[in-house]
């Protein structure tokens, strides 16, 4: 057994980093590495003293409490980015993470990392805020911490791995799933991972060299002024989990004058608190009834969906979008071809792309899926229009939309629970 876990997850140069892990060997390799297309070793142990700790009962709520094995300095010479720790013991391997963000702005664009979903989707100790060992979004966990390890297929997969956006012809498992499967991950680690998303779209980033600043979902709410001297935030992925202070820094940021890109679908669903310290992640989603902020003066904190009628803070005033509008595409009982209908081909975005009214954009390599946002749309004069009702500015500008579909309890895939209707819940 080998397992390891990073107490904070961000930090600027001159910080401790303090790597806590459990191990049955005595002596463990370590070596940190800056994450990209070609990884950058910066810094190894290779003799670390370990030992075995025990898993507290109460660790997906409150971590694991082991003691720091292992302390280092963030050097001034560490380039912003996400730092994965590769560890082993003899047949043992086990990862962790961290990130380092920049003091002052060294680019123009900032990827704040989903961090907060991948805590969301994190079942370290049988819990995650979607399953309760072997039952799938049944009494998932509604406070999970963030100081437990990350299971295998978080921060990284072999490169012939699928993702869980390939999706190609219909089908009642998606790739990712069958491949999981068959090679050992859990299908989970799809959903929201470094590994799954994030990766894939650094190596992008440095194929075109467009230079980025990182940080993280935290990092938006512990540091209201993180966004001051950049042009743009980047939000990419599966960027779900969003708090009240997070939708705070980044709506100031917006009524600046500043620029962001939300490249995510399902994008700030679900409302979340960060307690003890940014530690600790509050999400009791279906079960908000339980919320125990509910009857006081912080109830529109409450951790459900931002559009529930309590919060009155749908996403659409932030990203013009919600999945409550939108839904799933081009799977089992969902719509679609694949791609967007092109409805303003002469905006800037289509310049030189020769798409006309009515084109069909990707649907050959499948660009859309799984999850979408949208928003109340009508039609005038052949072109769709926002209403305004759910929450979208009047002055949205629709470019392409592809059809999307909320399930209900009567329709969901085979290989999902029954009691699960989104779009009953959201009704």
């Not at 620029?259 to 940014?278: I, K, M, P, T």
């Not at 929450?391 to 699960?420: I, N, Q, S, Y």
């Amino acid at each position: 057994m080998l397992e390891a876990y990073c107490a904070r997850r961000s930090h600027v140069a001159g910080d401790q980093v303090t790597l806590h892990l459990s191990a049955d060997a005595p002596r463990v390799q370590v070596t940190v590495l800056r994450d990209g297309r070609v990884p950058q070793p910066v810094l190894s142990k290779d003799d670390l003293p370990a030992s075995r700790h025990a898993v507290p009962d109460d660790v997906v709520a409150n971590g694991c409490g082991w003691p720091v094995a292992w302390r280092f300095p963030v050097p001034e010479s560490w380039a912003s980015g996400l730092y994965r720790i590769e560890l082993s013991a003899g047949d043992e391997r086990a990862e962790a993470f961290f990130v380092v963000r920049e003091a002052c702005p060294r680019a123009s664009i900032l990827w704040v990392l989903e961090t907060n979903t991948w805590n969301a989707y994190n079942f370290y100790g049988g819990q995650s805020t979607y399953t309760s060992g072997d039952k799938a979004y049944a009494s998932g966990a509604p406070r999970v911490s963030f100081q437990r390890p990350l299971p295998p297929g978080f921060l990284s997969l072999p490169e012939n791995a699928p993702r869980i956006g390939d999706l190609g012809p219909r089908d009642k498992i998606l790739p990712y799933a069958r491949w999981a499967l068959a090679h050992g991950y859990s299908p989970w680690t799809g959903a929201a991972s470094w590994g799954q998303w994030g990766r894939r779209f650094q190596d992008w980033l440095e194929a075109e060299q467009v230079t980025v600043d990182y940080a993280t979902n935290a990092d938006l709410e512990e540091f209201p002024v993180l966004l001051d001297g950049y042009r743009l935030m980047l939000s990419v992925g599966h960027d779900e989990y969003w708090s009240w202070g997070m939708r705070d820094t980044v709506e100031a940021f917006i009524a600046r004058g500043g620029n962001v890109a939300f490249l995510s679908g399902n994008c700030s669903y679900w409302q979340v608190r960060l307690e003890r310290d940014y530690t600790q992640m509050v999400a009791f989603k279906g079960a908000v009834d339980d919320d125990p902020v509910l009857g006081t003066a912080r109830e529109r904190h409450n951790t459900g969906i931002w559009s529930h009628r309590l919060t009155a803070r749908p996403e659409n005033q932030m990203t013009g979008l919600s999945f409550t509008r939108g839904g799933y595409a081009h799977l089992p009982n969902a719509p679609g071809n694949g791609g967007y209908t092109v409805w303003r081909p002469d905006h800037w975005l289509f310049a030189g792309s020769g798409l006309g009214y009515g084109d069909v954009l990707g649907a050959d390599p499948v660009v859309v899926g799984y999850e979408c946002d949208g928003c109340a749309l009508a039609l005038r004069d052949g072109l769709p229009v926002p209403t305004g009702e759910d929450g979208t500015a009047p002055d949205f500008t629709v470019l392409a939309t592809a059809a999307a579909h909320l399930w209900a309890t009567d329709e969901r895939p085979d290989a999902l629970p029954p009691d699960t209707g989104e779009l009953n819940w959201i009704a």
